[in-house]
């Protein structure tokens, strides 16, 4: 079965500070991977996704930077944490596709604060 | 612009049945998924509906109305453990998930 890991689990970070959120999935092979971040009380916001190794594609501007160096790993990092990076971040796969898309399983979830 | 409404807050009683509807505009439809969401925790999976109709599992059930841009999500014989957050998302022509906001389902004793 098909399992999907974060870490850390919380995070408090200082503002300026760096950022590495790591997601690995296991028991399936070149899955989509999906980083959202959801504010309080908010809904998904989708960061970035990448649909195979090296391959990155964001949607939104910001300071944070995604990247998928192994086929099931996929890790968001920011240079400089600001206030407003603080939320709710998630990493989510499905299953590889040709055309279409499948459900996305996410993983636990890292809650970081940045003060 | 792309957009999906839900209600921010619904309240209910155990053993009750609730209804949470989602509206969408959306450029292109390829599918709609409900996921719940405990305070907390990740979201988990719980209905897609690509067609137009009502689709049963167990106490949940969803509907689908392409024409109107309409879903609801239905809960029946709700139990204290239901208290979560009900996340709505559609699938646009780019075969990109539109998350909605979210609606907090409060279940009262």
């Known amino acids: 079965s098909q399992t999907i890991h974060q870490w850390p689990a919380t995070l408090v970070q200082p503002v300026g500070s760096p950022l590495s959120l790591e997601c690995t999935v296991e028991?399936?092979?070149?899955?989509?991977l999906y980083w959202y971040r959801q504010a309080a009380g908010r809904g998904l916001q989708l960061l970035f996704y990448?649909?195979?190794?090296?391959?990155i594609s964001s949607e939104v501007p910001q300071n944070l930077s995604a990247s998928r160096p192994q086929d099931r790993q996929f890790i968001l990092s920011s240079k400089k944490l600001l206030l407003s990076d603080s939320g709710f971040y998630l990493c989510?796969?499905?299953?590889?596709?040709?055309?279409?898309?499948?459900?996305?399983?996410f993983g636990p979830g890292t809650r970081l604060t940045v003060l | 612009g792309q957009n999906i409404d839900q209600p921010t807050e619904m309240t209910a009683t155990e053993g009750a049945i609730v209804q949470i509807n989602c509206t969408y505009q959306t450029s292109g439809f390829n599918g709609l998924f409900w996921y719940q969401q405990h305070a907390g925790e990740a979201p988990t999976f719980l209905s897609y509906n690509v067609l137009d109709g009502l689709e049963e599992k167990g106490r949940f059930s969803s509907f689908l109305s392409r024409s109107k841009g309409y879903s609801y999500l239905l809960l029946k014989e709700l139990q204290m453990k239901d208290s979560a957050s009900y996340l709505c998302a559609v699938l646009d022509s780019n075969y990109q998930l539109i998350w909605g906001a979210g609606t907090k389902l409060i279940i009262k004793p």
């Open positions: 028991g399936t092979s070149n899955p989509n």
């Open positions: 990448s649909v195979g190794i090296g391959q």
């Open positions: 989510a796969w499905e299953p590889p596709t040709s055309g279409f898309t499948d459900t996305q399983y």
